[in-house]
Structures are given as structure tokens and as C-alpha cells.
């Protein structure tokens, strides 16, 4: 994979009221008991009524900012990877390059649900090696509380809100992607939906709601035979050893269903980084608040070899292999 890009610098927000598993407790029939036994899930952040996913962006944007000193207004495209954008029309990434007056920037909001960070992060590098572009800013975020039925006890603990930010830059010294791996089942979309101008699937009734709706066994079953298989494609494809990645970093969907692609794929639990328990499942935007934990606490540093996946609604998966070039010293 002749990349030219790198990952020069990360940010993140997630709002400020918690939902507790006993909150929960206290509007749907449920435990924090069975919620940790089946998710691993304790809390999750939820948006407030005037918060929505272009001002959870827009914060995680600023953070990067401050953290890394860096200067945005030469950014040439803004990707958004999102499934709850404020508005169908416009886009997320328009508000945000308004929000930081960017000039001569494309801006275009992608929804490849969960697998989101990682179909952005990859788009970035396309663009980038290609010659076309040369500064990408990548920013997930959703807001699902807003579209979260909270009636359904089976999916209602998963969701949370959140946004992180990440800037791809040309580089072809010390690139940052070093394989890659997409692919597409199309024909289980009606296992993981939000009905907006249809509500059937090819003739065959859906639920007719703008919330989300999952089938957790389907979806399970897909991911944890799906992604041992891309992880090890994404190895023979980078030339590596599972013993040579420093993290796995997956979609933060459930730790049960981690827990049992790492015992199927023989990778140790204690490297994998994850964002669930304290934020719950927040689509799109899990992969990268998992990884800012981890740089704030400086498990991850500069050349840690990571295995990033991105699995759910579609249903699509997308997965890099990245050497993280972002620098350690970082202004707080």
C-alpha cells in the first residue's frame, strides 16, 4: 500500500450529563446487572436538547486545536462520517467549515454507519495519495440519544452520543495507512435500521419509526465471524504479525462480542481499546474516542502500530492497519 498520508493529530468531546445504567433502571425494564453482563456498558453520554452532532463536531474540532496548536484554515476537503446529521440538507461538514470560516474547502458528510471513522480515515488517504488534496479533516460524530427508542429494552442501553476529530496530512516520508480492507452485505440492511422515505425492504414490511432498530443476535453473529476474518486479511496484507500490532481498536459496540473476536483470533483483550463503557455505542464516532483516551493516558504513542475496524449498519465494514504519527507533546 503506497499511502502518502499521515494522522497528525486527534481531538474529542462527548457531553457532559451522564445516563448510568441505574437511570436506566428507572425508565425501562432493565438492571445494570444484565446491561454489564451482556454489553460491558455502565454509562453513556447524552446530548442536551440544544446540543446536536454538528456542535459535538465542532467541539471535538476545537480540542484538536488546542491540543495540538495546529492550523486548520488550509484543510482542502472535511469529512464527516455520521448517521445523525442535523439536517439531511446540509451537510454536517458544511456547517463545520462555516463554524471555522475554511476557505476553498470540499466538504461532504459520509454515513457508513459504525464502520464511519474508519471509511473516512480511508477516503482521506485516497485523496491525499492521489495528489489531489493534501490536508483532510476527518470528524465523526452522532448524537443518537435523539433517535434512540428508549421503549425498547434490548437497544435502548447501548447508545450513546460523541465526536473526535482527526487530521490526515500529506506526508509520503512517514505515511501513516499501511493496508486496508472493505467489503459489503448488502442483503442484511434490514437487520440494523432507521426508516426515513422508505419503510419496507423490497416488499417486506419494517418497523415504520425514525428510531433505530437492531437485530443484536443477526448483527452479532456478522461481526464476530466477519471481523476475525478482515483482521487477518488486513495482516497478510501489511506483511505483519498479529504479535507486531501494538492495539486493536474496533468499533466499540459491545465488549462481549470483542471479547469473542480476540478469543477466536487468539489477540490478548488487555491490547485492545475500546470506548463503551464509560460512553456507550456511539456508532461512527467509538474507534476515534477510543483512541484519544488512550493518547490522553499515553498508552498510545507515536509509531504504535494499530489495527482499527469499523463494523455495523449496511451491512459494511471498513479496516486500516496505521502507524499513529501523531507526535506525544501535546500542548494541555
Not at 435523539?146 to 509520503?172: I, N, W
Given at each position: 500500500?503506497?499511502?502518502?498520508?499521515?494522522?497528525?493529530?486527534?481531538?474529542?468531546?462527548?457531553?457532559?450529563k451522564?445516563?448510568?445504567?441505574?437511570?436506566?433502571?428507572?425508565?425501562?425494564?432493565?438492571?445494570?446487572?444484565?446491561?454489564?453482563?451482556?454489553?460491558?456498558?455502565?454509562?453513556?453520554?447524552?446530548?442536551?436538547?440544544?446540543?446536536f452532532?454538528?456542535?459535538?463536531?465542532?467541539?471535538?474540532?476545537?480540542?484538536?486545536?488546542?491540543?495540538?496548536?495546529?492550523?486548520?484554515?488550509?484543510?482542502?476537503?472535511?469529512?464527516?462520517?455520521?448517521?445523525?446529521?442535523?439536517?439531511?440538507?446540509?451537510?454536517?461538514?458544511?456547517?463545520?467549515?462555516?463554524?471555522?470560516g475554511?476557505?476553498?474547502?470540499?466538504?461532504?458528510?459520509?454515513?457508513?454507519?459504525?464502520?464511519?471513522?474508519?471509511?473516512?480515515?480511508?477516503?482521506?488517504n485516497?485523496?491525499?495519495?492521489?495528489?489531489l488534496?493534501?490536508?483532510v479533516?476527518?470528524?465523526?460524530?452522532?448524537?443518537?440519544s435523539?433517535?434512540?427508542?428508549?421503549?425498547?429494552?434490548?437497544?435502548?442501553?447501548?447508545?450513546?452520543?460523541?465526536?473526535?476529530?482527526?487530521?490526515?496530512?500529506?506526508?509520503?516520508e512517514?505515511?501513516?495507512?499501511?493496508?486496508?480492507?472493505?467489503?459489503?452485505?448488502?442483503s442484511?440492511?434490514?437487520?440494523?435500521?432507521?426508516?426515513?422515505?422508505?419503510?419496507?425492504?423490497?416488499?417486506e414490511?419494517?418497523?415504520?419509526?425514525?428510531?433505530?432498530?437492531?437485530?443484536?443476535?443477526?448483527?452479532?453473529?456478522?461481526?464476530?465471524?466477519?471481523?476475525?476474518?478482515g483482521?487477518?486479511?488486513?495482516?497478510?496484507?501489511?506483511?505483519?504479525?498479529?504479535?507486531?500490532?501494538?492495539?486493536?481498536?474496533?468499533?466499540?459496540?459491545?465488549?462481549?462480542?470483542?471479547?469473542?473476536i480476540?478469543?477466536?483470533?487468539?489477540?490478548?483483550?488487555?491490547?485492545?481499546?475500546t470506548?463503551m463503557?464509560?460512553?456507550?455505542?456511539?456508532?461512527?464516532?467509538?474507534?476515534?474516542?477510543?483512541?484519544?483516551?488512550?493518547?490522553?493516558?499515553?498508552?498510545?504513542?507515536?509509531?504504535?502500530?494499530?489495527?482499527?475496524?469499523?463494523?455495523?449498519?449496511?451491512?459494511?465494514?471498513?479496516?486500516l492497519?496505521?502507524?499513529?504519527g501523531?507526535?506525544?507533546?501535546?500542548?494541555?
Open positions: 500500500m503506497n499511502s502518502k498520508a499521515r494522522i497528525t493529530a486527534i481531538g474529542s468531546y462527548v457531553p457532559n451522564i445516563m448510568s445504567n441505574d437511570d436506566l433502571e428507572k425508565i425501562v425494564d432493565t438492571s445494570d446487572e444484565w446491561i454489564v453482563q451482556r454489553t460491558g456498558m455502565k454509562e453513556r453520554r447524552i446530548a442536551a436538547e440544544n446540543e452532532t454538528s456542535t459535538l463536531c465542532i467541539r471535538a474540532v476545537n480540542d484538536l486545536i488546542k491540543r495540538y496548536g495546529v492550523n486548520i484554515q488550509d484543510v482542502d476537503m472535511i469529512i464527516v462520517p455520521t448517521t445523525t446529521s442535523d439536517f439531511a440538507i446540509p451537510s454536517t461538514a458544511s456547517m463545520i467549515q462555516d463554524a471555522f475554511i476557505p476553498e474547502a470540499g466538504a461532504i458528510d459520509v454515513n457508513a454507519a459504525c464502520a464511519g471513522l474508519t471509511y473516512g480515515l480511508h477516503l482521506a485516497c485523496l491525499i495519495t492521489s495528489g488534496h493534501r490536508k479533516l476527518v470528524i465523526a460524530g452522532e448524537t443518537l435523539k433517535v434512540t427508542d428508549y421503549t425498547d429494552r434490548t437497544s435502548c442501553v447501548l447508545f450513546g452520543d460523541g465526536a473526535g476529530a482527526m487530521l490526515v496530512e500529506y506526508d509520503a512517514q505515511p501513516s495507512f499501511l493496508s486496508y480492507i472493505q467489503d459489503t452485505k448488502g442484511s440492511g434490514k437487520h440494523l435500521y432507521r426508516t426515513a422515505l422508505r419503510n419496507e425492504w423490497y416488499g414490511p419494517l418497523r415504520d419509526s425514525e428510531k433505530m432498530v437492531q437485530n443484536g443476535r443477526e448483527v452479532y453473529k456478522w461481526a464476530t465471524r466477519t471481523v476475525p476474518e483482521m487477518e486479511k488486513l495482516l497478510e496484507q501489511a506483511n505483519i504479525k498479529m504479535k507486531d500490532l501494538n492495539w486493536f481498536v474496533p468499533h466499540s459496540a459491545n465488549l462481549r462480542m470483542i471479547e469473542s480476540c478469543e477466536k483470533k487468539g489477540f490478548p483483550i488487555e491490547k485492545v481499546l470506548s463503557v464509560y460512553y456507550g455505542n456511539t456508532s461512527s464516532a467509538s474507534i476515534v474516542l477510543a483512541l484519544d483516551l488512550a493518547v490522553k493516558d499515553g498508552r498510545v504513542t507515536q509509531d504504535d502500530v494499530l489495527l482499527l475496524i469499523g463494523f455495523g449498519g449496511g451491512f459494511t465494514y471498513t479496516g492497519i496505521v502507524k499513529w501523531v507526535p506525544s507533546n501535546i500542548k494541555e
